[in-house]
């Protein structure tokens, strides 16, 4: 059974960057033929999507997210990346990454944006 992997999550500053990492185990499986969102479940808050990627590259964001946040396929390391960049105290939660093709759910990495 492939297993998802979320990493990264860190404590920065509000302006600050991370860069969140998703691998999954399993030989078999390749981020590269499937499409792979990202999700957010801020305190109090239900889970929501952030950005997702196809298997062609193509992105798509949501939200608050535009324009500062970036998904990308690493095929030779069989990750998919976000990069978040000028992080705000309200992208503050604990983000989880899932393919399409997966029903199961990593244990997802923290970020905490404080000053």
């Known amino acids: 059974q492939v297993q998802l992997v979320e990493s990264g999550g860190d404590v920065v500053q509000p302006g600050g960057s991370l860069r969140l990492s998703c691998s999954a185990s399993?030989?078999?499986?390749?981020?590269?033929?499937?499409?792979t969102y990202w999700y957010r479940q801020l305190p109090g808050k239900e889970r929501e999507s952030v950005a997702g990627?196809?298997?062609?590259?193509?992105?798509v964001y949501w939200g608050s997210v535009k324009g500062r946040f970036f998904i990308s396929i690493d095929a030779a390391n069989n990750t998919v990346n976000l990069q978040m960049n000028h992080l705000k105290v309200e992208d503050t939660g604990t983000y989880f990454c899932?393919?399409?093709?997966?029903?199961?759910w990593g244990q997802g990495t923290q970020v905490t944006v404080s000053s």
């Open positions: 990627i196809s298997s062609a590259g193509s992105p």
């Open positions: 399993g030989s078999d499986f390749s981020f590269s033929r499937t499409s």
């Open positions: 899932k393919p399409i093709t997966l029903q199961t």
